[in-house]
Nanobody
C-alpha cells in the first residue's frame, strides 16, 4: 500500500519561512518523481513544484520561483519543500504526489498524500 504523508504546515506571516516534508512508503522511492501541489479555498488544485527521481531536475510554477525550493533525500524516502518569503496568496492545503515519470504543470500524478494546511497572514 502506497502512502505519502505530508508534515510541516502551519501558520506564518508575510515574509516568514516554512518547510514541508513528504515521507513515502510502499513504493520504490528512488524511481518516482514527486510533485508538490496546493489547493486554495474555492480554487482548483495548482502545480507548485516537482523534482525528478534522481533529484537532479526541479521545476516550479512562476509564482514561487526564487522563493520555494524542492529537494529530496532518497535515503530517507522524503521530499522537502522549503518555502521562503511567504505571501498571503500562498495560503492553501499543500499536497505531495508521486508519479513514475516526471510531468509538470499537471495534476496527473498517481499517488497523493492527505495534505497539510499552510496559512499566511499579512
Amino acid at each position: 500500500q502506497v502512502q505519502l504523508v505530508e508534515s510541516g504546515g502551519g501558520l506564518g506571516q508575510s515574509g516568514d519561512s516554512l518547510s514541508l516534508s513528504c515521507t513515502t512508503s510502499g513504493l520504490t522511492f528512488r524511481n518516482y518523481a514527486i510533485g508538490w501541489f496546493r489547493r486554495a479555498p474555492g480554487k482548483e488544485p495548482e502545480f507548485v513544484a516537482a523534482v525528478d527521481s534522481s533529484g537532479g531536475s526541479t521545476y516550479y510554477t512562476d509564482s514561487v520561483k526564487g522563493r520555494f525550493t524542492i529537494s529530496r533525500d532518497n535515503a530517507k524516502n522524503t521530499v522537502f519543500l522549503q518555502m521562503n518569503s511567504l505571501k498571503p496568496e500562498d495560503t492553501a492545503v499543500y499536497y505531495c504526489a508521486a508519479r513514475r515519470y516526471l510531468v509538470v504543470r499537471t495534476t496527473n500524478y498517481d499517488y497523493w498524500g492527505q495534505g497539510t494546511q499552510v496559512t499566511v497572514s499579512s
